[in-house]
T-cell receptor
Framework: DQQVKQNSPSLSVQEGRISILNCDYTNSMFDYFLWYKKYPAEGPTFLISISSIKDKNEDGRFTVFLNKSAKHLSLHIVPSQPGDSAVYFCAASAQAGKSTFGDGTTLTVKP | NAGVTQTPKFQVLKTGQSMTLQCAQDMNHNSMYWYRQDPGMGLRLIYYSASEGTTDKGEVPNGYNVSRLNKREFSLRLESAAPSQTSVYFC?????????????FGSGTRLTVV
């Protein structure tokens, strides 16, 4: 049973608009949630994270929201830029241990 | 600042051959991980080492073995390669107790088993 799910395989947005990437999880023991960005032929790079004691974390154009009751988190990118085009992975871990990843969402930002 | 270095970057094996994927990190991290990524899928944990001297199975360990050679190096061995092991393999490292800071990944090894 997949514990971390990203139900949208792809998302296309116009440059300057908001990108919203979603992620759902099933394991209530998860207490750290992270987003990674991956370009082709490269390894994933850490983007932003949030702990379960918070409901929002912001870093520049990137904001992650956590809704614990719904077991749902989202990544907002505002404004979106063509360089943001990549695969975004949601990941979750319990007590800073090993992470479980979603299948990824491919974001395309059109100029 | 090399970070996490994986070798080789590409490899083609015949079914039944063996090989070792090498991974080294220079960030003095305690924990190291091996993940595989298949097309259209996320990263699945093969094995991990929470600290030097320890290794544990992840989600998909069958057909693999690992060695934590020292704090810097964590290798992944395929004893008898199978076509189902065709994948991109990523090594990662992290510090203990840094759940908010994520992993540092290598650039991957693209393995094809024919």
């Amino acid at each position: 049973d997949q514990q971390v799910k990203q139900n949208s395989p792809s998302l296309s947005v116009q440059e300057g608009r908001i990108s919203i990437l979603n992620c759902d999880y099933t394991n209530s023991m998860f207490d750290y949630f992270l987003w990674y960005k991956k370009y082709p032929a490269e390894g994933p790079t850490f983007l932003i994270s949030i702990s379960s004691i918070k409901d929002k974390n912001e870093d520049g154009r990137f904001t992650v929201f956590l809704n614990k009751s719904a077991k749902h988190l989202s990544l907002h990118i505002v404004p979106s830029q063509p360089g943001d085009s990549a695969v975004y992975f949601c990941a979750a871990s319990a007590q800073a241990g090993k992470s479980t990843f979603g299948d990824g969402t491919t974001l395309t930002v059109k100029p | 600042n090399a970070g996490v270095t994986q070798t080789p970057k590409f490899q083609v094996l015949k079914t039944g051959q063996s090989m070792t994927l090498q991974c080294a990190q220079d960030m003095n991290h305690n924990s190291m991980y091996w993940y595989r990524q298949d097309p259209g899928m996320g990263l699945r944990l093969i094995y991990y080492s929470a600290s030097e001297g320890t290794t544990d199975k992840g989600e998909v360990p069958n057909g693999y073995n690992v060695s934590r050679l020292n704090k810097r190096e964590f290798s992944l061995r395929l004893e008898s390669a199978a076509p189902s092991q065709t994948s991109v393999y990523f090594c990662a490292s992290s510090d203990l107790g840094t759940g908010l800071y994520g992993y540092t990944f290598g650039s991957g090894t693209r393995l094809t088993v024919v």
